[in-house]
């Protein structure tokens, strides 16, 4: 993963669903549900909704911090050190390494052969 992978790009696409030999990310790549941005303004709306049916509506200071409190938690749980510990991937690359990487993949996996499928015909 060299950029941002959020939601239906990493669970759909990519990541370890898909049982790969090898997943490596760069120090751009971040990995998670939604953008920090994203998921602050989604539990911001959620969080007044349930303050307000309380009769407690947030006041300005408390929706900028709430924000940045969501927004600080979901970039720092995006970032390819915390994904790596947590075995997400199998390598931070730099970006002067990816060649001698990915040759070094693309060469493992030739070793071990690609099976023949055993799933059916899928119908949409």
């Known amino acids: ?3 941002p992978d959020n939601g239906a790009a ?3 696409m990519c990541g370890r669903a898909y049982r790969p030999n090898f997943l490596f990310s760069t120090m751009r790549a971040r990995t998670g549900v939604m953008s920090g941005k994203s998921a602050g303004g989604v539990l911001l709306s959620i969080e007044q909704a349930k303050r307000k049916a309380t009769g407690n509506p947030m006041t300005s200071d408390e929706i900028a911090a709430f924000q ?3 927004i600080d938690k979901y ?3 995006a970032h390819p050190f915390f994904c790596a510990a947590r075995l997400f991937n199998d390598r931070v690359l730099k970006f002067h390494e990816i060649r001698d990487w990915l040759a070094m993949a693309l060469e493992v996996s030739l070793i071990k052969p690609v099976p023949d499928p055993s799933f059916g015909n899928f119908r949409f």
């Open 68 to 70: 940045n409190k969501m």
């Open 1 to 3: 993963m060299i950029g």
């Open 75 to 77: 970039e720092g749980e």
């Open 10 to 12: 990493n669970y759909g």
